[in-house]
């Protein structure tokens, strides 16, 4: 297993299972509709648990660009794996909201609401404010970034990547965004992650969705630009006060 295929698998596990949670909550008809907002960052804590012990022992798994540009930043990972790794994450992200399309076809093409269609594949804020909107992104992965420095110890191997979280590892990063998903989620539903959110915004875009709605393009740099500034100062503060 490369750490580059790993990166791929355990990202569309996380999607898959992410993005599967808000479906079930979401969409007409499913078992799960309308169990709310704590079943929804249950959910995406569990399916970043799953990510991270299938990917830890071969990429660190990282899942995230903020996070691969974050340890980057901090001399944590070789710059000249970052492409690489974000190419992976992205693709990964895009199968795994593939996934879950095909698993809730039906039940997206009996939704009406265009906009619980889009929220199955990215995020949409509660109140559109870019500004706003965007700094909920830099905060939500400012902390999840900064935190994970203290998971990992800042541990290297010999080829840059950080040494990965086994099973019992992962719990932290779990109950990380667990707690980001809880308490600083309810703005923008909580991306942090440009691939979580770009990824799944192209499958809704090109998939044969029923009555689907815009994907609306015209917010989806917030998701990607407020991630990658939090993961900056998150980096910045790490090496001021390490």
């Known amino acids: 297993m490369t750490p580059v295929l790993a990166e791929f698998i355990g990202t569309t596990f996380l999607i898959l299972l992410g993005d599967g949670v808000v479906a079930n909550v979401v969409l007409k008809g499913t078992k799960g509709n309308n169990s709310g907002w704590i079943v929804i960052t249950t959910g995406w804590a569990l399916a ?17 660009p903020a996070v691969t540009i974050g340890l980057a930043l901090a001399g944590q990972f070789a710059w000249n794996r970052v492409a690489m790794f974000i190419v992976a994450q992205l693709g990964g992200a ?5 996934l879950v399309w095909l698993m809730y076809k039906d039940h997206l093409d009996n939704t009406e ?34 935190i994970i420095f203290y998971f ?33 989620g309810g703005t923008t539903g909580y991306a942090i ?3 979580r959110d770009l990824g799944p915004r192209i499958m809704h875009s090109i998939l044969p969705i ?10 989806a740099w917030v998701p990607i630009i407020g991630p990658l500034i939090g993961a900056a ?9 390490k």
């Open 152 to 184: 990992t110890n800042a541990e290297i191997v010999k080829d840059k990547t950080p040494i990965g979280l086994g099973s019992l590892g992962a719990i932290p990063v779990a109950f990380l965004v667990w707690a980001i998903g809880l308490s600083l």
């Open 210 to 219: 029923k009555g689907k709605g815009s994907s609306e393009w015209s917010y």
């Open 193 to 195: 992650s440009p691939s």
């Open 94 to 98: 895009m199968l795994g909201s593939f």
């Open 48 to 64: 970043v648990y799953v990510g991270v012990v299938f990917a830890g022992p071969y990429s660190g798994a990282h899942l995230n």
């Open 113 to 146: 609401d265009v906009s619980l269609k889009l929220m199955t594949f990215c995020t949409k804020p509660a109140i559109r404010k870019p500004g706003m909107n965007i700094i909920s992104e830099i905060i939500g992965a400012f902390v999840l970034i900064f």
């Open 233 to 241: 100062l998150a980096a910045g503060l790490y090496l001021l006060i």
